[in-house]
């Protein structure tokens, strides 16, 4: 396979499909009637592949690439891959193709590109905001089985790995030689890098080390069409646009990337973990934005609420009291010398924000134990209702007890329990709202009441996503942040990667004219 740099020819590979597909854009107010136009009759076509069976001579083709295994089309099988973490919205693929290898990958694209059928990209089903559904999309690729680390180089702190490589197992993979990869979601036992990098996913330590946008020196993406192309490279600077930062959280709608070139970091010395228990979650910020106004940056500084707090203390018996209204989870870490000093000055500005105590871990099993009583949480809270969707705006640092306060207020009108676990440090906040899906009108409800989480985090001069991406869950938010011409500008960028718009469709910018309304859980089945 020949590859090329995108930035060598991304022009005239482009205008040449603009021309052959009859996309033109047009400036201004013109330009949005010719887009809005275009997509409507591209919402037929999805609605066309979401029903019309797939072509037997196409699943043949991929059967043959596929060498007969990798390939699930059983209607019972697929019911797996119906959503991603966001469950709210189901829709079943007619298809799921799972390649072990680059080859296979690019050639599965060329037959849907001949065939002209969409696709959505998935790694491990970690999402949280439908980025992984089967919307107007009839064949899902799994990267999961591409899995291998290819290289790791030391001496230039860097490791090139495969898309479906494990997020903990890149850390894994160079721990001996004290190096770590940064980017450590909750779910870093099972998400993959080529979902990360989809998602520009974080973590409770990219606090002070980044989002993964930060550690991605390069990578190789194959476009819709079935070309691989090299975007970035191996060195810390590069001349030109900066191409991996459109790539990195564009949601899977530029193609499919296939391997990454991924920053290490060196593993800190020592590391200080502190667990400061508080009476309620006012105190908690305020004590969040003494640290962070002190000119100390923690490598992470996280937040569990009451109901949090007894659902994780159930599973994992942390030692978590019953009473305490919020408690804060923070590390520093760097060089041993000086380190207990900060940790003593933490901790005083903490009490003197109104801890009542604070203890640090003695060893590394009360560390582990910590950060494994914070990162599943999420799985914890299984234990408190039937279903739950886990929201992620932002809002600044000091609007933290202001937005806690609009949860609450948006917990007693709707009547549902809403707990918080959340990034502190950074004001990435994660309200999980607790319902059952089987009352339409505890769905109903739980979908406003994110709607107005987000326009409360909007209107503070936050966002809409820290980390989970806008996906299928927060299209119809976008306008809340964005223009029209916002928007437009965006779809013209995707349309560089993906002219027919056949990876991922129908997630992440809504259609001009169009408003994104769900209101009970859509399943699709399979045809």
């Known amino acids: ?3 090329r740099s995108l930035s060598e020819r991304t022009v005239k ?3 040449r499909h603009y021309r052959d597909s009859g996309v033109f854009l047009k400036p201004e107010g013109a330009c949005a009637i010719a887009v809005g136009t275009m997509l409507q009759s591209r919402e037929v ?10 072509d037997a001579g196409l699943i043949r083709d991929i059967d043959r690439i596929m060498r007969g295994e990798g390939i699930v089309s059983s209607p019972s099988e697929l019911r797996v891959y119906e959503c991603d973490g966001w469950t709210i919205e189901k829709s079943v693929p007619q298809l799921l193709v799972m390649p072990r290898t680059t080859e296979q990958l ?18 491990a089903g970690t999402g949280l905001s439908g980025g992984a559904l089967a919307i107007g999309a009839p064949v899902m690729i799994c990267t999961s089985r591409m899995n291998r680390i290819l290289a790791v ?17 890149v850390s894994n993979a160079v721990k001996s030689a004290g190096f770590f990869y940064a980017p450590d979601p909750s779910s870093q036992m099972a998400c993959t890098i080529g979902g990360n990098i989809a998602e520009n996913s974080g973590g409770p330590h990219t606090l002070k080390y980044g989002v993964t946008t930060n550690h991605v020196l390069g990578l190789q993406l194959a476009l819709p069409h079935g070309e691989l192309v090299d975007i970035g490279g191996p060195t810390e600077e590069l001349c030109g646009y900066d191409l991996t930062g459109a790539v990195v959280g564009a949601e899977g709608t530029c193609g499919i990337v296939t391997k990454a070139t991924l920053r290490l970091v060196r593993e800190p010395q020592s590391h200080r973990t502190m667990l400061a228990i508080f009476a309620d979650v006012e105190s908690a910020t305020r004590a969040v934005s003494t640290i962070i106004a002190s000119g100390v940056i923690p490598g992470a500084i996280e937040m569990m609420d009451q109901l949090i707090m007894r659902a994780v203390e159930a599973a994992f018996h942390v030692g978590f009291p019953d009473d305490a209204g919020a408690v804060l989870i923070v590390e520093l870490d760097g060089l041993a010398t000086g380190l207990d000093e900060r940790a003593a000055a933490v901790s005083a500005m903490m009490r003197a924000d109104g801890a009542r105590e604070v203890k640090v871990a003695r060893d590394e099993a009360e560390r582990a134990l910590l950060w494994k009583a914070r990162k599943r949480a999420f799985g914890a809270v299984g234990r408190l209702a039937p279903n739950y969707a886990t929201h992620d705006g932002v809002v600044p640092r000091t609007r933290l007890p202001e937005i806690l306060r609009l949860i609450v207020r948006t917990s007693e009108k709707h009547r549902l329990a809403i707990g918080n676990v959340f990034h502190a440090g950074d004001g990435n906040i994660h309200p999980i709202i607790l319902y059952d899906e089987r009352d339409p009108d505890q769905v109903r409800r739980t979908i406003e009441a994110g709607r107005e989480i987000l326009r409360g985090c909007v209107e503070m001069g936050g966002s809409l996503t820290g980390e989970h991406g806008i996906g299928l869950e927060k299209m119809g938010e976008m306008p809340l942040l964005f223009t029209p011409d916002d928007l437009m ?8 990667f993906d002219p027919l718009e056949r990876s991922n469709p129908n997630k992440v910018i809504p259609r001009p004219g169009g408003c994104v309304e769900v209101s009970a859980p859509h399943r699709q089945a399979a045809a």
Do not use: C, T, W
């Open 13 to 15: 590979i482009q205008m």
């Open 106 to 123: 690019v050639a599965i694209l060329r037959a849907l590109y001949v065939g002209k059928i969409p696709f959505v990209p998935r790694g």
């Open 489 to 496: 500008v965006m779809s013209e960028l995707r349309r560089v």
């Open 1 to 3: 396979m020949r590859r």
């Open 45 to 54: 076509d999805s609605e066309q592949n979401r029903s019309a069976p797939l």
């Open 153 to 169: 180089d030391i001496a230039n702190r860097r490791v090139e790995v495969q898309s479906g490589v494990v997020n903990l197992h």
